[in-house]
């Protein structure tokens, strides 16, 4: 697997991965998806298989005053449970670091259980319930992790 920063030739396909990735109502539509990757402080990182197809995405903003939002972490299905997900959180969360980031904040779909699970193991943990948070009406939870110094590599 290879990991690059996000380019513009691969706006199409980052669009295409978070429709398959989320349900209507929770996925971006393609409005969405060009405000966050073309968002003053926007990080994003793809992972390219052996081929070079994209097949994830980390997108993140760094908002200001030691604060960042994990905007959208996506993998393909075939390629989940391969560390895809948890290698470019990491690798954005120490790219946030870098910038200024202390403290990251990320909201996920209250059902995706799987998603818990990942960010729980690197140390996020849930701050509140966000009743109807998504356009769907399915609940959110907000999850939230302090960056210490040590996460951050030079």
């Known amino acids: ?60 903003h760094v908002l200001g005053q030691g604060r960042g939002h994990l905007v959208t972490l996506d993998v393909l299905r075939g390629y989940r449970r391969q560390g895809i997900g948890r290698e470019l959180l990491t690798r954005c969360e120490e790219r946030l670091g870098a910038a200024g980031v202390r403290r990251i904040r990320l909201e996920t779909a209250a059902s995706n259980r799987a998603a818990h699970v990942l960010y729980i193991s690197l140390g996020y943990t849930f701050v509140r319930m ?10 959110a939870w907000l999850m939230e992790k302090a960056l210490e110094p040590s996460d951050v590599r030079p």
């Open 1 to 60: 697997m290879t990991y690059r920063d996000y380019q513009p030739a691969d706006f199409r396909r980052l669009c295409e991965i978070d429709r398959r990735c989320f349900p209507r109502g929770i996925a971006y539509t393609v409005t969405e998806m060009a405000a966050i990757l073309r968002r003053h402080g926007r990080l994003a990182m793809v992972a390219e298989n052996v081929r070079g197809v994209v097949v994830g995405f980390v997108a993140a």
């Open 130 to 139: 966000l009743p109807r948070y998504y356009p769907s009406g399915e609940d």
